[in-house]
C-alpha cells in the first residue's frame, strides 16, 4: 500500500491551495488533530460510454465513506526533543506504509525523515472502520488527514516562535525543526514543543503544501525500518517480552476444519520434560512448554482421537463439481445467428494465503481482563469477537497491533489472537502462540477455488457482447467489510447483492469498449477457511478476460497490443500499455521457444500493464531441481503503474516487484492440493511459489508520470496483468489457451505428503548436506 508519483511531474489543475480544518489539542506539548474523513472525493464517472459499477463507486471509495461519519481524530505531538510521534491506525506487515506515513508528516512539518517515529495503534473501538487495513487503501484514506494535522502543527510552531522572537510569522523560516528570523535568532521544534501547547481544544485552519513545493513526497526514500529488518533487531509478536507466555502450540485434525474428541494419553503428555499444560480447544489440543521445541516434541507423542468434519471423503474433484452446478447462466444465446463467438471456461485451484511469519499471538487473559499481542489488520472486529468469546466487555480486552512478516489478506483475520485467547483462559496463563509452518496451508485460509467462463461476440471487426460468470467457493469477508457493507447499503451503486458480490462488483473493470459488458459473481460452498487473498478476485478474473481477449485479436487478425490500444478507453491504461510495449519492445526477434504476453488491469483508481518473455526450450521446461516445480520460465518483465500521487517510488517500487513474483507463481506453479477432506501441501517446501529458479532475471518497474493529485491504491496493483501476461504468453506459445491454473498443477502431485498425524512433522536434519 505504497502511494504515488516521483516527482517532476505535472500538477494537478485546479487551486493551487485548499483550506482545511483541523484541531489543536489541550496537552502539556503541542499536540494537532486531523479528522479521518478531511479530504475524501466524491466519486464520479468520467467515461461517457456506461460504466460499470466500479467506476463509479469502487472499493477504495467504499472505504473512504465508512471512514468519514465516525469523524475521530489522528494526532500528530511534538516532544520537548523536537521529535514528531504518529500513531498509525493502520497495521504494517511490509507493505511500507510507517515509512510512507513518515514522509507525509516530513514534509508537512519541514522536519527530518529520521526525526519522525511512527508506531501503530492499539484497537481503538470509537475508530469504528477506520482502523481496517485493506483494499489498497491506507494512504488512499490518510494522505490528506496526517497531512492537515502536520501543517497545523508546523502553523501553532510558527505562532509561538513569532511570539518568543518579537516577530511576525512570515519573516520567519522553517528547516530541519528549526525556526530561524531574519536576523539569525532561531528556537527548535522541541524548545517550542510547551510554548505552542493550548489548554483547551481548539479548531483551526490550515493551507497544505502544494505539488510543486513538495520535497520529500515523491523522492525515493529507503524504509525506516530498514536496518532494524535486516539486522534482525525489528520487534515482531513473537519477540516481545511479555512476563511468564510461554511457548504454546496447537496439535490440529489432519481433516480441513476436523475437530478434536479426546486426547487418549493426557497424563503422558503432561508429564513430558518442560510441559506445563495442555488443554483441548475446539480446534485441537494446545500444549505449553519452556521451549517450542518441548511443544514439538509433545504434540509428536500425542493420541488424539479426531471427528472428520464436513469436508470427510471431499476433494478437489468434488469440489470442483459443486462449483459447476452453481455457475450462473450467460444471457447471449450459445450459438448466435450472426455474429462470431469465442466462449471459454477457466479453473483456478485453491492456494495457500500463508504469509512468511508464520501465524502467532500473545495472550494474558485475566479473570477480568486480556490483552492480546499480534499483527491484526482489522483490529476492532478482533476485539469484539474476542471480548464475546471470552465473556468480557470490549473496553476490558487490549489489543496490541504488532509489526507483522507480511499478510496479502491473510491478517485480516485474527484466527491467532483468538485461539491464544481461548487458550490462555483456558490454561489461566500467558501464552505465546505459534501455528506451526504445516498448519497453515491444512488449517489455515486459502484463496478459493473458481471457475471463471467467458462468451464474448463479435461481428464486422467490433466487440458487441462480453459476459464474464465467476464461481467460486465461498469467500469469507467476516474481517470488517461485511460490516461496511451493511452500514452503507444503502449508497452503492450494486443493488441488492451478498457481501462477496459487493466486493467483485466494486473491485472488477473491464475497460474496453466491448458494447454490453455484464461480469457476475456466484458462490458456493461455505465449509473451507478462505480469506482476501492479495487483490481478491481480480487475478483470476483479470487473467480469464485478458486470454479471451489475445483470442478475439487473433480471430480478428490483430496483434495484441494494437487491439487493446483500440478498444481501450481509459487513456491512462493506453499509456501503460504503451510504455510496457516500448520497453520491452514488444513483437522483436526472440529464439524459437520464447515468447512474448502482455496484459493490463484498471482497479483502486490506478492502471497497470505487464510484458513477460516466457521461455518454453526444452532445455528449460525440463531442467532438474531438487525438490522443485520447474517447467517454463519467465526470463523478462516489464511493469508500469499508474497509482496516481507516488509518495514513496522506492516503496511502490517494491510492491510492484513482488505483485509481479505473486503473478508468475499464480500463472505457473502455485496450488494447494485437496484429496480426501485434507489438504495435502504442508510448508513452503512444497507450495510452490515463485523461487530464484523461477524469478526473471531482468525486470523493470517503470512509474507513470500522473497528473492526480490524490494517491492511488497501490498494494495490490503488481498482480493481475502479471499474472494475465505470462497466461497470454504461454497461450501465445502453445497456440492453445489455458484453461486450468497454475498451469503446472501436478497430477500426481511432484512431493510426497508430510504426515498429518501427528499434524507437527519431525523437523529436517539434513539441511547442511544441500549447502555448498
Known sequence: MTDDHPTGQHEHPGPDRRSFLGYVLAGATLVTAAEMGVGSQNAQAAIPTPPQPAEILDLNDLLNLAAAPTANLIKVSIGTDGRASFALPRAEVGQGIVTSSAMIIAEELELPLDRVDVTLAKARPELLFNQLTGGSNTTVSTYTPIRVAAALAKQQLLKAAASALGDSVDALTVKAGVITDAVGNALTFGELAKKAAVTDTVRASVNLKTRSEHAVIGTPQGRTDARDAVTGAKTFAMDL???????????????????????????????????????????????????????????????????????????????????????????????????????????????????????????????????????????????????????????????????????????????????????????????????????????GRLHPMCTSRIRATHLLGEVLTFEQRHTSVKTDFGHGLGEIITSLASRLPVGDLTFSQTIFTLTQELPYNFGVVTQLLNETDDRFNTGSMRNIYSPDVRTASELVIDELARQLRKDPVEFRRSFLRDKRTRAALDKVAEIGQWGRDLPEGVTQGIAIHKEYKGATACLVELDMRPETVNRTIRKAVTGPRVTKAVFAVDAGLVINPTGLEAQMLGGVMDGIALALTSSCHFEDGRFLEASWDNYFYTRQWNAPPEITVEIMPSESGQPGGAGEAGVAASFAAVACAYARATGKMPTEFPINHPDPIAFDPKPFTPSVPQSPTDGLTFTS
Open 241 to 443: 517480552t511479555v512476563p511468564d507466555a510461554l511457548p504454546t502450540m496447537v496439535c490440529r485434525p489432519p481433516n480441513h476444519n476436523g475437530a478434536p474428541v479426546r486426547l487418549t494419553n493426557q497424563a503422558t503428555i503432561e508429564a513430558m520434560p518442560g510441559v506445563t499444560d495442555v488443554v483441548m480447544i475446539s480446534t485441537g489440543i494446545a500444549v505449553r512448554a519452556k521451549t517450542f521445541g518441548q511443544c514439538i516434541d509433545a504434540i509428536q507423542e500425542m493420541d488424539v482421537e479426531w471427528k472428520g468434519g464436513r469436508l470427510a471423503g471431499e476433494s478437489d474433484e468434488s469440489v470442483l463439481e459443486g462449483i459447476k452446478k452453481a455457475e450462473l447462466p450467460m444471457v447471449v444465446p450459445k450459438v448466435p445467428l450472426l455474429t462470431k463467438q469465442v466462449d471459454a471456461e477457466f479453473t483456478f485451484r485453491f492456494r495457500s494465503n500463508s504469509s512468511l511469519e508464520p501465524n502467532c499471538a500473545i495472550a494474558d487473559v485475566r479473570s477480568g481482563s486480556a490483552t492480546i499481542w499480534g499483527s491484526m489488520k482489522s483490529p476492532v472486529v478482533a476485539q469484539e469477537e474476542i471480548a464475546a468469546r471470552l465473556g468480557l466487555p470490549v473496553s476490558q480486552v487490549t489489543i496490541n497491533v504488532t509489526e507483522g512478516g507480511g499478510s496479502f489478506g491473510r491478517k485480516l483475520f485474527h484466527d491467532a489472537a483468538l485461539e491464544a485467547a481461548l487458550i490462555s483462559k483456558a490454561m489461566r496463563k500467558p501464552v505465546r502462540l505459534m501455528w506451526h509452518r504445516a498448519d497453515e496451508p491444512r488449517q
